[in-house]
């Protein structure tokens, strides 16, 4: 099995607050760590009720400072609502205090709506090359500083953080090639161009001093429990959760119910079928060759994987499971390069 990571939306159950959200996930990256799981990564979400992370920098570094040898990343930040600078300056720091293990994956997407967009940005007005343009600067603002150089982040410079490029198009593959960076694809709910990005990614990288040759990471949802008919319960607060957000209604985590089927419409069923193709669901005999299928079909290099699973307890088995399955170990956290 490929290195298998962990994506943590912070899930806020129903009935729960955002506080315990953040509290669960450091509980969660202490259980990956001791599990095997190379990097635990958070991503900037905005205006959802159901998602706690939107400061992801500072959800990142309470999760830091609770572990110890796990990589912890963005999974990601996206760059449009800020400025360069300050995401150099906030992973910087989080560099500066947990030297070798920062991640910081960029997306060009808002993660929210156009109401809150544009109360992040005022503006919205941008051409399409401004994200590219964004990348450079904030690369640039890693590198150690010259005789001379006016402009610095502190922290920042000469900090060493991982960057990757994530994606759910063609562009983040085509981006992350030119630029020679890892590629991180968002096939957990966008599967629909996962092959394309991937093909196009590895035929047209270029090496860079940061990355030798081209290296993805797939995301993946992974709902495992001791029956199949359990994890399948489990996996319907995703599925509602989904369904809630594409018709306008997000909120937080429904609790899981027993006949998800019969609720779900055509349509319903048309969405849930196209966005969440890349699940696998069940038991410790149905999730390892499933995992494993996807794995050698897509040829991927990593795997990322998340669960928003209702009970928090719930969730903690499901990673034990799949590393169980996946026979991780402590202390494997292997680096793209």
């Given at each position: 099995?490929?290195?298998?990571?962990?994506?943590?939306?912070?899930?806020?159950?129903?009935?729960?607050?955002?506080?315990?959200?953040?509290?669960?996930?450091?509980?969660?990256?202490?259980?990956?760590?001791?599990?095997?799981?190379?990097?635990?990564?958070?991503?900037?979400?905005?205006?959802?009720?159901?998602?706690?992370?939107?400061?992801?920098?500072?959800?990142?570094?309470?999760?830091?400072?609770?572990?110890?040898?796990?990589?912890?990343?963005?999974?990601?930040?996206?760059?449009?609502?800020?400025?360069?600078?300050?995401?150099?300056?906030?992973?910087?720091?989080?560099?500066?205090?947990?030297?070798?293990?920062?991640?910081?994956?960029?997306?060009?997407?808002?993660?929210?709506?156009?109401?809150?967009?544009?109360?992040?940005?005022?503006?919205?007005?941008?051409?399409?090359?401004?994200?590219?343009?964004?990348?450079?600067?904030?690369?640039?603002?890693?590198?150690?500083?010259?005789?001379?150089?006016?402009?610095?982040?502190?922290?920042?410079?000469?900090?060493?953080?991982?960057?990757?490029?994530?994606?759910?198009?063609?562009?983040?593959?085509?981006l992350a090639a030119i630029l020679g960076l890892p590629y991180a694809f968002a096939?957990?709910?966008?599967?629909?161009?996962?092959?394309?990005?991937?093909?196009?990614?590895?035929?047209?990288?270029?090496?860079?001093?940061?990355?030798?040759?081209?290296?993805?990471?797939?995301?993946?949802?992974?709902?495992?429990?001791?029956?199949?008919?359990?994890?399948?319960?489990?996996?319907?607060?995703?599925?509602?959760?989904?369904?809630?957000?594409?018709?306008?209604?997000?909120?937080?985590?429904?609790?899981?119910?027993?006949?998800?089927?019969?609720?779900?419409?055509?349509?319903?069923?048309?969405?849930?079928?196209?966005?969440?193709?890349?699940?696998?669901?069940?038991?410790?005999?149905?999730?390892?060759?499933?995992?494993?299928?996807?794995?050698?079909?897509?040829?991927?290099?990593?795997?990322?994987?998340?669960?928003?699973?209702?009970?928090?307890?719930?969730?903690?088995?499901?990673?034990?499971?799949?590393?169980?399955?996946?026979?991780?170990?402590?202390?494997?956290?292997?680096?793209?390069?």
């Amino acid at each position: 099995m490929v290195p298998l990571s962990v994506l943590d939306l912070s899930p806020v159950p129903e009935g729960s607050s955002t506080g315990q959200a953040l509290r669960n996930s450091v509980d969660l990256a202490r259980h990956a760590e001791a599990l095997g799981y190379a990097r635990f990564w958070m991503a900037e979400h905005h205006n959802m009720p159901g998602i706690a992370s939107a400061a992801t920098a500072v959800a990142l570094a309470h999760v830091a400072v609770a572990t110890e040898t796990i990589r912890i990343g963005a999974g990601g930040i996206m760059l449009p609502n800020h400025a360069p600078l300050i995401i150099a300056e906030q992973f910087g720091t989080l560099a500066a205090l947990h030297p070798g293990r920062i991640d910081l994956g960029l997306g060009r997407a808002p993660g929210t709506d156009q109401i809150a967009a544009h109360a992040m940005r005022r503006n919205l007005a941008a051409d399409e090359n401004q994200f590219p343009r964004d990348v450079v600067e904030l690369i640039e603002y890693f590198r150690p500083t010259v005789a001379g150089q006016r402009l610095q982040a502190v922290p920042g410079a000469g900090e060493e953080v991982e960057i990757w490029i994530l994606g759910s198009s063609t562009f983040g593959a085509q981006l992350a090639a030119i630029l020679g960076l890892p590629y991180a694809f968002a096939s957990h709910f966008a599967p629909g161009m996962m092959r394309e990005a991937m093909a196009l990614y590895r035929e047209r990288f270029r090496p860079s001093e940061r990355l030798a040759k081209p290296h993805v990471m797939l995301g993946v949802n992974v709902f495992a429990a001791d029956t199949d008919a359990e994890a399948r319960r489990l996996f319907s607060s995703l599925q509602q959760a989904f369904l809630n957000l594409r018709r306008g209604r997000p909120g937080k985590l429904p609790a899981p119910v027993e006949d998800m089927e019969s609720r779900i419409d055509t349509y319903g069923r048309a969405l849930l079928d196209d966005a969440l193709a890349c699940s696998v669901v069940g038991s410790p005999e149905t999730v390892r060759p499933g995992l494993a299928a996807f794995a050698a079909s897509t040829g991927a290099d990593e795997l990322m994987v998340t669960a928003q699973i209702f009970d928090h307890e719930a969730r903690k088995r499901s990673f034990e499971i799949l590393a169980e399955v996946a026979g991780l170990s402590a202390g494997a956290a292997p680096a793209p390069r």
